[in-house]
C-alpha cells in the first residue's frame, strides 16, 4: 500500500510471476541516477489468475489508480451497479487492494 504499488504493479503481477534477483548501484549508469536500481525475472504465472477478462481488468486497475487517495468507491463508481458499491470493500483505497482482490472484482463489473 504505497507510492510504489500501482497500475504497473498490479499489472504485472496478475501475469507474470515476479522475482527480484539483485540491485544495481546508481554508479552503473551514466549518469547515476538518485535511487537504486534492481533487476527482476518476470516468468508466466504458475497459477492463472482467474478474471473475467483482460480489458476489464486493464480498466478497474487504471480506474483505481487515477485518483490515488480516493476511496475506491468514487474512484470506480461508473463500472459498478450502485448494488455492488455497498460492500465494505469499496471503501478502501486502490493501494490497499490485493491483485487477487482486484481480479475477484472483475466478475463484479456491469
Known amino acids: 500500500g504505497n507510492k510504489i504499488y500501482g497500475v504497473t504493479s498490479v499489472l504485472t503481477q496478475a501475469f507474470f510471476d515476479v522475482e527480484y534477483l539483485f540491485d544495481v548501484p546508481p554508479g552503473a549508469f551514466n549518469p547515476p541516477p538518485k535511487v537504486m536500481s534492481g ?58 487492494l490485493s491483485v487477487a482482490e482486484f481480479a475477484a472484482l472483475t466478475f463484479r463489473m456491469r
Open 39 to 96: 533487476v527482476i525475472r518476470l516468468g508466466p504465472r504458475r497459477e492463472p489468475l482467474d478474471i473475467a477478462s483482460e480489458r476489464k481488468l486493464f480498466v478497474l486497475v487504471k480506474a483505481a489508480f487515477n485518483q490515488r487517495r480516493k476511496q475506491l468507491r468514487n474512484a470506480v463508481k461508473s463500472l459498478f451497479t450502485e448494488t455492488e458499491l455497498q460492500d465494505e470493500l469499496f471503501n478502501r483505497r486502490a493501494e490497499q
